[in-house]
């Protein structure tokens, strides 16, 4: 049975015996649980399906009908960010097709996000902004709108402002329904090719980009053959639909959940690249 | 086995040997399928979970990339509603939540249709509809956001009005993806309780609203459970998810589904109730 | 000169010195400022050109970019209202048509109103609303839409759920660009006939109802011709554009004066009518 | 009396005694209106305060309520456009903000242009698009919400995909309120600095990006204090709104308007840009 999973935390739980070049441990704080997967050799890559480094999943409580946001999730995944962000200009991107809900939870982010990049001394401090970081934020839309790939328009603007990192937001494939939206997956590698939702994009690292890329993932669509499989502990008889297309499908709150996914992410950057400014403050600029 | 479905159709597949008060016949026309079922006594209302009455299907090919609508699907369910329709005023209700994309279909469907209730005598000559029907249109929203039983309102407004018929549009469950948004079911019968997307509906028909209700559906969510069962023809292990709630999943594509659905049906609805004016004018004025 | 205004603040500056059946008092309050309007007769009627009774307006400072809410203005709507309102049940009505911004801010208040008509004894208590006020909300449309007047719709619904009031809540035309989106206006009043953006509204008071109409308005639009006056102290040569149609405009920030307004007005509304609910408890419910 | 306009056809409305370096032609077309400005030296430049270059007009009826384009002024933006462009690979460019409705006319044109660059020969041939011309678009935000100038990301997407020219779209200022959405202005000289509606845009042409930059521009907004004079033949007596601000104004119809101007702009750039393909086949694949 093949599951489909861009959740190192994921792939991990489905081979629970094979742990050379993996290391992991748990936290517990509140209602929320942080996994941290250490990938150290071509072992674990393989296992993994995913390229050395750091994976950290932050999951919340699934989301109820109330406005409020996690406080604790927001500071968990703006904590881990701080590990790995080096000093400097950072660009955002927010990955994804706005017009298709599940994949616009990157493209809704970035919305989210503080840019400050263009705020000059005198008006920074006169915002209370003065010991604020830069920081530049995109949208680079999807191959199919733009005939461009996102990580060449990724690329391109970073040859222009030469940021010292970039982040990226993205929208995730879980195994899981109750893990969708409520789940947000941080790592150092940036984008692994063919994961995401929707067009699948190539790669976005160091290597291709030539900046560290800290990828922030939520799930937002489960594979309709993986789901079936996991709901009932039996292979699938088919695996397409019958116009041949592959079946993804989401919750039918998906416009909420990718709301309030979009707001905890936005925040938990924004705490991030800004740990010197005033929470308060930056609550007031977005 | 439990498959959950509003479709008479699918109901029907599930039951192939069960015959007794039930009728149906297929037509097949180019690229789309034509299913008439009637209910004819208590027998076939146990077997397909649904009131005596007709139920039509058709069945269109599934949705392209491309921006066109299939003019075969619209005309077919016209010529059906027509058949349905009595003389005089009609009330058009969008069912359903603006907010939860699966379940908006119906409340769009009804924003693309033309109310004439409000145009008199010279100006409707002069716009080119003399020959009109007086037609009405709401979407009466859910309860959870109105604190008012959808029903008690189409209630209320017909009993203002006194519309000869009311048609309502409503998002369904299908047990088949491959189905969704580009099946339409139109029925002599109304709402049944309990069917339909997200809040369940109460019932609305002939007996609860007073004159003939017919109703006009197309399938947006499927249910979990059913889909994992349909897919590997095994019962699933657990029926909801951990947090208890039902699992309702709807394809990643769901926007351009439920808008090219509400726009197929309301193109549909409109050349049945205005199928004395000629259709570049009823075009002109929505 | 002829100045377009439905706010009875700006009828009385027009004529300062006619006070035969005008009562009037300010009260200032940090950054906001209430003035309190009573029509007493019919001179009043005609000075002011509206009906006798109260019209009390909140003035608040011009919106900023800053993404919070005026909670001095959010206080004193609430207090207002309290005043104006009987015991039992409230029908919430947002006018106004969704597809026009400046004439949204009904409709996209309304839906921050919690409607609570439906939450039953044993549910409310475990919610916190054991105390709650019973609340149904509804958006009407507007008659080119609906082919129905939207009094005809609020008379219907009221005859149905028998509310010991109405509020509807409506955007109005002011004569002074300054004071779009961040004035709200309430009367006991209801909706005189011709006020309003957009299409005409027909009369909506206790006299076609049958209950208190209390009205909650918020200016979102300038006459064109007005604006002009106003501005350059001379008439205008031509009153209407060449293509015939009424110049009414909004300023180019209009999408987030209308967020702003209508969450303003949301609140307040939520606050008044549940005010023996704790603000958190209402706050994560919505 | 300073009147405020981006467009050329103002500016020589407003001096029509100055007329050296300045060349034009009117042609009507039905009902259209199409007037070529030349302007040829630095007194041209100076009157009409835009540089040496070619601006086209396309003057349309009104807006109605009618759902249709006006075919004429697609064609004749389209064909405009074809004298405008060099041969190979066309980046679009869609400027402005789309959370605001006016300033939005650009991102939303954008997404109706189809992009080509990426479809591959054997994919090319297969939907019929094997004679189409590369194209690119990109929306690249504002100022304000990325941090980087608009024109800083044109020019870096342009030494990475080297087009032979650059197209972009965006708002304007008309002094005229019956020219808003339904007037169309092409220029060879690309974006002026100061010129469009909210953030003041940079210099876009082909001195700062280095290719043929051809601009695109509807009016969507018009100065209060323009208007005031315009329409009362007099000075304004004050000039900014009591806090200060720029008062540009909008008509409340800016939904359609916008709707409207920007899918007339896409449908007659797809034409030029893919005057060898059918026209059906580009309908079919947007």
Redesign the interface.
Known sequence: MSIRTDLALEQKELNPDKTDGIESDETVLDDIKITRIRIKNENGERTLGKPIGTYVTVETP?LT????MNENAINAVSKELISFLPKGLVLVAGLGNT?????AIGPKAA?GIL?????EGEIARSIGLDDMR????????V???????TG??I???T???KPSAVIVIDALASRC??RLGCTIQMSDTGICPGSG??NKRAEISKKTIGVPVISVGIPT??D??T????????????TV???G?K??????????LVSRGAATVSMAINYALQENIDRETI????
Do not use: F, W, Y
Request: proline share 8%; glycine share 10%; aromatic share 0%.
């Open positions: 699934p009908d109330s406005g409020e017009s298709i809900t599940p994949d919305k840019a400050t990049r263009h705020i830069p920081v530049a934020v995109i949208s680079p839309g191959l199919g709108q733009t005939g461009i790939e060449e328009i690329a391109g603007i040859r222009l402002i329904l109750s939702v929707g669509v489960v309709a053959v789901l079936a499989q996991d709901l009932t502990g039996h292979e699938c008889e088919r639909n019958p116009r297309a079946m993804i499908v989401t919750p039918q709150e998906i416009d909420l609550l007031g600029l977005i």
